[in-house]
């Protein structure tokens, strides 16, 4: 979201001087591609992280099994393509190093203000700036501001019936208790979006009993992950002009099968039978519990 000073206020007759051109709020992949973007292109900027350290939703989640259901290639800047990913579906640790490789390389980092909070952002007409207040009391001031904020960065276990009367340990997957031992324990996850697919096969066999309560039934694709062979490491490091082109293939291949998924009288018919028979969402959690090689796909509004 980019917030900027309209054009058609009076202007100050001594323009105050902003302290910097650009603020952005957000330390994940979003604000740091685009506070890259702007010290290449010489504008002054901060950028506001609330948490210890950057990584956006790649800092915050670390449940069991998290990882990407992108594959590597695809999911990374495209002006810094990484030779060296392990594997084709790349693990939280793997993509946060990344972040942190790609904020070193850049020199961003002076530039990056941690345990930040933006509490309050008002535009002031007469000197045309927006000013932010922190958590730590302090203002900011800017010409621009651009919201990277998480839509889900701040996450909720909802309003269940008589909830209080729940003896036992209860959290969100986005805050994980590592200390906690589920061995033996009867075991509820609510909800089977990308998160509950990762989690289920990780605590399937460690549980007395699972249970998952699903709202929608997710649609549940074959995972081709795999580990990256080194000679394939090799090639993408000794011809970086083979990197843009194995980026543009998965692409396309992802954009195929989700043709297929939404048209598979149309698309060929191997891909039209992978569709209807491994995204037959009747399957839901249950299989991907019993398969750690499942992942999900999330059809649009109105999807079938």
């Known amino acids: 979201m980019l917030m900027h000073a309209p054009t058609d206020q009076p202007v100050a007759s001594t323009p105050e001087k902003p302290d910097v051109d650009v603020l952005v709020i957000g330390g994940g992949f979003a604000g740091l591609c685009m506070a890259i973007r702007l010290r290449q292109a010489g504008f002054s900027f901060l950028l506001l992280e609330r948490a210890a350290e950057i990584g956006g939703t790649w800092q915050v989640n670390t449940y069991p099994g998290c990882a990407c259901d992108i594959p590597s290639q695809l999911y990374s800047f ?8 392990s594997r084709t579906y790349p693990m939280q640790r793997e993509i946060l190093s990344y972040l942190h490789a790609c904020v070193n390389k850049y020199k961003i980092s002076e530039r990056i203000l941690l345990n930040t909070e933006a509490k309050e952002a ?7 700036l927006w000013r932010v207040r922190t958590g730590q009391g302090e203002t900011i001031t800017a010409r621009t501001i651009i919201s990277a904020m998480g839509p889900l960065s701040r996450p909720t276990l909802g309003k269940l019936p008589a909830a209080e009367r729940f003896q036992g340990k209860a959290f969100h997957s986005s805050e994980w208790d590592h ?7 009867k075991v509820a996850v609510i909800g089977t979006g990308a998160s509950a697919i990762q989690i289920v096969p990780q605590l399937a066999p460690r549980v007395h009993s699972l249970c998952v ?25 000794t011809a970086p002009v083979l990197k843009p082109l194995a980026r543009s293939l998965l692409y396309w291949l ?5 043709f297929a998924l939404a048209h598979p009288a149309r698309g060929n018919r191997t891909t039209a039978r992978a569709a209807r028979g491994a995204a037959d969402p009747r399957r839901g959690p249950a299989s991907a519990g019993r398969d750690a090689g499942l992942q999900h796909v999330q059809p649009g509004a109105g999807g079938k």
């Open 78 to 85: 495209s002006f810094e393509l990484k030779s060296d990913w």
């Open 122 to 128: 008002r535009f002031e007409e007469a000197s045309r």
């Open 179 to 185: 200390t906690y031992d589920f061995a033996g324990k």
């Open 213 to 237: 309560f699903q709202r929608s039934p997710p649609w549940i694709l074959p995972k081709f992950d795999v580990a990256h062979a080194r000679w394939l490491i090799w090639m993408l490091q």
């Open 254 to 258: 992802q954009e195929a099968m989700g």
